[in-house]
């Protein structure tokens, strides 16, 4: 598979996604700058995580103007597989490709740790690779990541099964001290309603590997190219 790396002024976790499906999982990789043209060729398309434009305005406010963000509109219109990163994820909303906004979160400060999520709806493109229920420690770096949207939008939402990742305690109860940053629903993770965008504000590249203490965050990606390839179950497991 060829997946396409979005890189925009202030991405910061681009390499490390580019190292997790090049060096990990032995897939070819293209580093995509902004202003790209083009995006013949790619199986999937990551917006990674960082702080385009610095963040400075609101989150993917500008960059969601940049020039690849057409061609990833329209990657994704025609049910191309794009997966976002907490600064991706707000690109995402920004764009219009994922429904709601993100808020300062609640405690008004930067926030990085591990947190458990829960697996909501593993028959995704992204977390078929989950069994349904499970909690994942993925780790969080951020000051906006206090997802919010309407009422009717949110209950759509749940009816079609959009929230794909919840924060959670350890043994996968949602509940308000499990939830780090105010996010409406305990809500960590969406999908549109075609199912081939993913949000997340988590960071599955940074735990992927054994070697990092914890690889649930490859879960993620394992589940992307199951999808791509057709075929789940050569690339099944289960994270501890």
Same mark, same amino acid.
């Given at each position: ?12 976790c681009?390499?490390d996604? @580019?190292h997790?499906?090049? *060096?990990?999982l ?6 995509i700058?902004?202003?790209? %043209?083009s !995006? ?12 385009s ?9 500008i ?6 963000m057409?061609l990833v509109?329209?990657f ?6 794009v997966?976002?990163?907490c600064?991706?994820?707000?690109i995402?909303l @920004?764009a219009? !490709?994922?429904?709601?906004?993100m808020?300062?979160?609640?405690s008004?400060?930067f926030?990085c740790?591990?947190?458990?999520v829960?697996?909501e ?7 078929? /690779?989950?069994?349904p229920?499970q909690?994942?420690?993925? &780790?969080?770096?951020h ?6 949207t309407? &009422?009717?939008t949110l /209950?759509a ?10 924060y959670? %305690? &350890? ?7 499990? #939830?780090? #940053? ?10 549109n ?6 949000g997340?504000?988590?960071?599955? @590249?940074?735990?992927? @590997?054994a070697v990092?203490?914890? *690889? *649930?965050?490859?879960?993620?990606? !394992? ?11 050569p690339?099944k497991m289960?994270?501890?």
């Amino acid at each position: 598979m060829k997946i396409g790396v979005v890189v925009f002024p202030g991405s910061n976790c681009d390499h490390d996604c @580019e190292h997790i499906f090049k *060096d990990v999982l032995g897939q070819s990789v293209e580093m995509i700058w902004h202003k790209e %043209t083009s !995006l013949a060729g790619l199986d999937a398309i990551v917006l990674p995580g960082g702080f385009s434009y610095g963040d400075y305005l609101r989150t993917g406010a500008i960059a969601r103007f940049s020039p690849v963000m057409g061609l990833v509109k329209e990657f994704a219109k025609g049910g191309g597989m794009v997966l976002g990163i907490c600064n991706g994820f707000q690109i995402l909303l @920004e764009a219009g !490709l994922l429904p709601g906004a993100m808020l300062r979160n609640k405690s008004l400060h930067f926030i990085c740790k591990d947190v458990s999520v829960k697996v909501e709806n593993a028959a995704t493109a992204f977390t078929g /690779a989950c069994q349904p229920g499970q909690v994942l420690k993925i &780790p969080i770096a951020h000051a906006d990541g206090n997802y919010y949207t309407d &009422p009717v939008t949110l /209950a759509a939402m749940q009816a079609n099964a959009q929230i794909v990742l919840r924060y959670c %305690t &350890p043994e996968g109860k949602s509940t308000p001290d499990a #939830n780090p #940053n105010g996010s409406l629903d305990n809500i960590a993770g969406i999908v549109n309603a075609a199912g081939n965008v993913l949000g997340m504000m988590p960071h599955p @590249e940074r735990c992927a @590997e054994a070697v990092l203490g914890n *690889d *649930d965050g490859k879960l993620i990606f !394992l589940s992307m190219l199951e999808s791509l390839k057709k075929d789940k179950k050569p690339l099944k497991m289960v994270a501890g």
